[in-house]
């Protein structure tokens, strides 16, 4: 095993780094936390590490002083412990100052008790930790338990817009120029499709399909069935598919219980809310609360699924074209979650897909409809208009895939904007 990990060790000191994009995230490098970089399989985790060590290199660090080790490589097998990760690394370099080191810990929920023997190394060996997951309930539990503030966590996503068009080299911020125009457009479009996982954005699109693909058995199987030790796989199946399929719709734990009774399988209900925790937990799909002042009643009460990315949709669901208006939601809650949590909704004879932080100075109400034309304005209007006498000092904001009325009927205090136009301003904030 030791002969393994040297191997390891050495290989990536020898060979260069892969090449790789920059994505658009700050993390910092000598704060003396623990930084924990949490999101998606396949959202770029590893990459974004390569990016600190680069930078770390540019600033005069030597790559012998990083180590890096990704817990996934199949060959480490640590059944004889932990203490040989850095055994290993000071037979190789037994005159490096350990305190000057910066470790690199990619994917560490793959091995049990991790946060017990990361915490002994910031203790007693070096406080340059750096650790990846795909898990963001269990390494925030863990984190908080036994860290007890020594750490620091960062989420990164899929690809944004913005970073989606860097990524095929279109220049985001010239929406004037038709040629250029016209390439947003159209990758908007595709990224409306198939959302912003790194490895997709050159990919031909009749790959796209099978790569989403094998990305939710990799979450099924390993992240969840493996992780937690769950045996029957057509329930789990069962419930993801469902909330796969009810995203941007309200969904009931009730119901579900209801609807696996009628099928003629016995689960209590206790152990769906467990499952869906579980679910909820990998970067796959989410929710938002409706909103109330009470706690309670938002915790009561139906909550409406998103996914991280719009790919698993179209994936595992074969989107059609009558699907693109919730796609287009999606979307739009993937650009809000990118800069906040704190997300809600309002649903109450009128609706408000939006309300972002109602409990602060700024609330911001936002509507999002595929076209905005004669028929539906009112209604889109209206929701607004209602939810906006119960969150005060709220801004109004109508998103919409193709706009098909005049300025003049719109009123001045709700500000209409096209998805895409709205997503690239994002980058400005």
Known sequence: MKQALKTIIKDFHLKPLPPFKPRNLNVPLDLGKIITIIGPRRAGKT????????SLEKGGIKREQIFYLNFEDERLDFDAGYDQILDAYLELYPDQKLDDLYIFFDEIQEIPEWEKYVRRLYDTVTRKIFLTGSNAKMLSKEIATSLRGRSLSFEIMPLSFPEFLSFRSIDSKDIYSTKNRAKIQRSFDEYLTWGGYPELVDVERRFKANILQEYFNVMLYRDLMDRYGIRDASILKYLIKRLIGSFTKEFSVNKLYNDLKSRGIRIGKDSIYRLMDQIFSIYMVTYVEKYDPAVVKREMSNKKVYLYDN????????????????????????????TTEAIFFLKNGYECDFIISPETESPLLIQVTETLHRDNLRREINGLEKVGKRIKNSRSL????????????????????????????????
């Open 47 to 54: 990459w974004y590490l390569f990016q600190l060590i680069e």
């Open 311 to 338: 790919g698993i949709a179209s994936a595992i669901r074969y989107t059609f074209s009558e699907d693109r208006g919730k796609l287009l939601e999606n979307l739009v809650f993937t650009g809000i979650r990118n």
């Open 398 to 429: 109508l998103i919409t895939g193709d706009m098909a009325v005049p300025f003049d009927m719109l009123p001045k205090w709700v500000e209409v904007i096209t998805a895409y136009e709205w997503l690239l301003k994002q980058q400005k904030q």
